[in-house]
């Protein structure tokens, strides 16, 4: 049973952290991790599936705290350095204790240990672990973490993002290691609970994906359609585009050019976005899109 009072807090600190007025319903799908009830999170894009990641955690830790018995851990798996880091700057920023680590993470020995190991044992506070699949299975990774009792004591949740990407990504192109996601959920303490979320996963995909984490086909699933989220056409939202394949994607853009408004500069307002772009053009394009110059940005899915 859950205390009514503690997830009535925890609605109160999720909403005054992250800036909302309440929650949705699906963003309440953490207390199923509560509960023990490993779920599936499947939300548009833009549908506030991150504030679901961090209920378990809230419900047991509040910023600030730093009882003994408090101290929990969620681990969060995903594929996109990019939205890991900013992911991680986010929740540092808003006085969560965060940190990513991925193949850009300089010194990454150092890092292991200065921002795990140290911090399990007392030295710092870390809530919140964002790691890509590379690292999260190497031995690095497990040699220092998931090898400590102090980590295994205290973690209570993990979060798959981008789940869609274990059955149809996780191949020689593209992260060939997020196939091997359930070699992590074996390392990890027996019936710790797992959340997934995606917002491109169809059936059929979800079903290979339970079968290769090892979930039972009935664990939780809560789904929510794109109609739920009214839009108005009355001017061009800014809007993300996802397609299957590089060609395409750029092949939208030039549709998209083509029939822009006569009021739009068509050329800033559209730009795809897949692997084959250099870093530095990626993080332009991720500033065009958070300063809101970009409209449009068709990207493949992965």
Known sequence: MLDPERLKRTAETLCNIFGVESLHPHQEAGQNILKGISTFLDVPTGGGKTLAFWCALFYHWQPGNVDEECRKIVLVV??????????????????????????????IEQLLT???????????????GLVGPEMVLSTQFHEKV???????RNIICLVIGELHCIWEWGNDKFHPEYRQIVQLAARLPTGLPILGASATAPYHVLNNILENLGLPEDCARVQ??????NVSLADFLQTLIYANGRQLVEKIQDFLRDHASECMDAKKAFEFYHRDIDEEQKKKIQDRINSGELRGTPATDA
């Open 146 to 152: 998931l090898n400590q009792e102090s980590f295994t």
């Open 78 to 107: 995903g594929p996109l350095v990019a939205l890991l880091e900013a992911q991680a700057k986010s929740l540092n920023d808003k006085c969560v204790p965060a940190v990513a680590i991925t193949g850009n993470s300089p010194d």
């Open 114 to 128: 200065r921002c795990w190991f140290n911090i399990l044992n007392r030295r710092l506070r870390l809530r919140v």
């Open 224 to 229: 929510v359609s794109n109609e739920k989220f």
